[in-house]
Structure formats: structure tokens, C-alpha cells
């Protein structure tokens, strides 16, 4: 027989209901545990009397009481304890006063006096509502504490969406300045064809962009049809200058990563890699899964730049990788946007031998993407379809792209 998963619902989700429940709870133990101890020393029946209109006085007491100290807990620290300690003591009073006479009226003919017996049950009620008192305010406070933590972790997890959206954002108008920019020479130089081809590619490239959430995951496999979709575009600079290989492991295919995260790299490896260079160059992307953490390399086999093997001090490569006709933003924007979304749980690090070359190696934890209808085409790739149909995609494009398993 299957057994349903349990599901507890927390015991002041509704704060109400809760206060009630402690009401009856509470007053409900005091006058069993008053009953028994009454049971126990012989106490007469009219005594059980007695406890039962104790109950019910202080039961209707609390109610009053916390209708003062709703108001009071809003107040500042001086009348909110000013307050309740004048606010206890007449309750207190007004207990004992209905204690005592009730207690009179079962023995009159007792000896001890009305002030008496006054006094004696005025630091017994005192106890009672005293720790009344005292656990509506610290159970107050509690929730309290709750709610601005809830507050606060809300308002932590907007502002680190709104801080992922804005460095998602930066990508796009630092991508269309350097596109736009090679349009814009193909026009001048009067080559209307490839101008025209581009453009086309650069709103199938820009269709997906607008599809996918500016803070979200997509998982490698869509990444990677987003890269092609970029590198058709950069194809029509750079032609057979341009050669590429993907592999990607079967596991890492299905692993999440920050929407948008590859393709400053790519755009890094063509600027520094392929295009210094007259033969061009190989930009490769691997992504496999060690352990319980997914790696991403991205490497050009173009000039390097020289970081003294392997660097993790961004902004000293910065410095000597950064051309005037750049703005920066590739390399420092993945940092951030690892940092925002991981922490100090990821590895961000540069490599360049002296042989040539740069590498640049992503180390993340290993999440797993939401399983997909095997049906349902994403974003990437009907816009990729759409760009093949309108006959703009080469045929002879150099790419290699394998699936290690």
C-alpha cells in the first residue's frame, strides 16, 4: 500500500486558530492540574467549583490582555513594558479580587480573612498571568523575528535576481555594438548580400534571447544552440577563418547553467583568438561532469595573452588583454554573474601557455535542468530551423560538434 508523503502544516500558518488553541490548551492544563492536586489533599466538591470559575475568569482575563498588548507590542519599548506591567497588575487584582470572593462565599465560615486570602491567591494569579504574559510576547516576538527574516531573505533573493537580470542585460548592448559594427562596414564596403544575411541571423539570434528569462537556467544543450546561432553571424565575418568544436558529454548536456554565461566567451575567443590572426583560428567548448560539479572550457588556439600560465586575478588580465576597441564587460561580466549566482561555490580560472592559446575554465556545481517533452523543440532550436529555412545558413559551416558519453 503506498503511503502519502507527510506534509505538516506549521503550527502558526494561522495565527489565529493557534491563539485559540493555546487558549484552551493552557487553561485547560492549569485547571486539570488545579483539580488534581485539589483530588489529592481531600479538597470537599464545592472546591472543583471554585477552579472551574478560576478557569473561566482567567481565560476571559488573557482575552482582554491580549487585546492591550496587541496594541502595546506596536508601541515603543517604554510603553509597550510601562504598559503592560500597569496593564498586569490590574488584571492581576481584578483575578485574585474574583478568586477570593468566590472562595469566600464557598467557606464562610473560615477563619482567615477576606485580605487574607486576598494577598495569598494575588501571587499565586500573579504567577499565572505573569507567565501568561510572558509567553504571548515572547511568541509574538518570535513570529516577529520570522517575518523580517522572511522579508529579508525575499528582498536578498530579489535583489540578486535584479542584480543577474542587469548583468544579463549589459550582454546584449555590448554584443550589438560589435555586430552591428561589422554590418555597418559590410555596408560601406557596398556588400548588400552578406549585409542583408547577417541582419537576418541577428534577429533569429535576438528572437531567443527574448524568450529566455534575463535571470534564469537553461541547461547546456540550449546554450550551446544559442552559440551556434551567434556563430552563424560571426561566420559571415570570418568564413573558413573560423573553425569550431563542440563536445559535450551526455550528462553535462542536461545540466544547468546561467542563461547566456558562453557567449561573451565565444565573442572573447573571436576577437583575440580569430581575428588577429590571418589563418584564423579553432575555438573549442568542452563540458563534462567530475564528480558532483560540472566543467566548462572554453579555448582558442589564437596568440594568448600573457597571464603567466594560469590566472584567477581578472582584473590584472584585464589589463593586459583589454584592447581600446573593447568595453570590458565579457570576461568581468561571467565573474559576476558566477559570483551572484554561486557564491565562492564555483572556479573561474584563465589559462594561457606560452605556447599560445586561451582557455578559460568554468567549474559549477552540477544541477540537473527540468526533464522536457522529447517533442518539444526550444527556443534555440526553432530559431535556428527558421534561420536554416530562410536559406542564410551555410552548408559547408565548419562546426563539429560531438557527445561523449
Not at 4 to 29: C, E, R, S, V, Y
Amino acid at each position: 500500500m503506498a503511503v502519502l508523503p507527510l506534509n505538516p502544516t506549521p503550527f502558526f500558518d494561522n495565527k489565529n486558530q493557534a491563539f485559540w488553541n493555546l487558549q484552551l490548551a493552557g487553561w485547560g492544563g492549569s485547571a486539570l492540574l488545579r483539580a488534581m492536586s485539589a483530588f489529592a489533599n481531600g479538597q470537599p466538591l464545592e472546591f472543583f467549583f471554585v477552579i472551574l470559575i478560576a478557569t473561566i475568569t482567567g481565560f476571559s482575563i488573557s482575552l482582554i490582555l491580549s487585546v492591550v498588548y496587541a496594541y502595546l507590542i506596536r508601541q515603543r519599548p517604554l510603553v509597550t513594558w510601562g504598559g503592560t506591567a500597569a496593564a498586569l497588575a490590574v488584571a492581576v487584582g481584578i483575578f485574585a479580587f474574583i478568586d477570593s470572593w468566590v472562595l469566600g462565599l464557598t467557606r464562610p465560615a473560615a477563619e482567615t480573612g477576606f485580605v487574607r486570602i486576598l494577598i495569598g491567591i494575588y501571587f499565586f494569579d500573579l504567577t499565572l498571568l505573569g507567565a501568561w504574559s510572558a509567553l504571548y510576547y515572547a511568541i509574538n516576538f518570535f513570529l516577529q523575528v520570522e517575518q523580517q527574516a522572511d522579508r529579508l531573505e525575499r528582498l536578498e533573493a530579489q535583489a540578486t535576481s535584479a542584480q543577474l537580470a542587469m548583468l544579463r542585460y549589459q550582454l546584449n548592448p555590448h554584443f550589438l555594438f560589435n555586430t552591428l559594427n561589422s554590418i555597418s562596414t559590410l555596408v560601406l564596403l557596398n556588400q548588400t548580400k552578406p549585409a542583408n544575411a547577417m541582419l537576418t541571423r541577428l534577429s533569429s539570434f535576438l528572437r531567443h534571447t527574448l524568450v529566455t528569462q534575463p535571470g534564469g537556467k537553461v541547461s547546456v544543450e540550449q546554450e550551446v544552440e544559442t552559440l551556434k546561432l551567434y556563430l552563424e553571424i560571426e561566420r559571415m565575418r570570418f568564413e573558413e577563418r573560423l573553425q569550431t568544436e563542440f563536445r559535450v558529454e551526455e550528462r553535462a548536456a542536461k545540466a544547468q547553467i546561467p542563461s547566456m554565461l558562453l557567449q561573451p566567451l565565444i565573442e572573447n575567443a573571436i576577437k583575440y583568438g580569430v581575428s588577429p590572426q590571418e589563418e584564423g583560428a579553432e575555438i573549442s567548448l568542452l563540458a563534462q561532469i567530475v564528480g558532483p560539479r560540472l566543467r566548462i572550457t572554453v579555448a582558442d588556439s589564437g596568440p594568448g595573452v600573457d597571464v603567466g600560465g594560469v590566472a584567477d586575478d581578472l582584473p590584472a588580465v584585464m589589463a593586459t588583454h583589454k584592447r581600446r576597441d573593447s568595453t570590458g564587460v565579457g570576461l568581468a561580466n561571467i565573474r559576476d554573474r558566477l559570483s551572484q549566482a554561486y557564491g565562492d561555490d564555483h572556479r573561474f580560472e584563465i589559462r594561457s601557455p606560452e605556447s599560445g592559446g586561451f582557455t578559460v575554465l568554468i567549474e559549477i556545481p552540477h544541477e540537473l535542468a527540468d526533464e522536457e517533452e522529447p517533442s518539444a523543440a526550444s527556443p534555440a532550436t526553432q530559431s535556428l530551423k527558421q534561420a536554416s529555412a530562410t536559406g542564410v545558413t551555410p552548408a559547408n559551416a565548419p562546426t563539429k560538434v560531438s557527445t561523449a558519453k
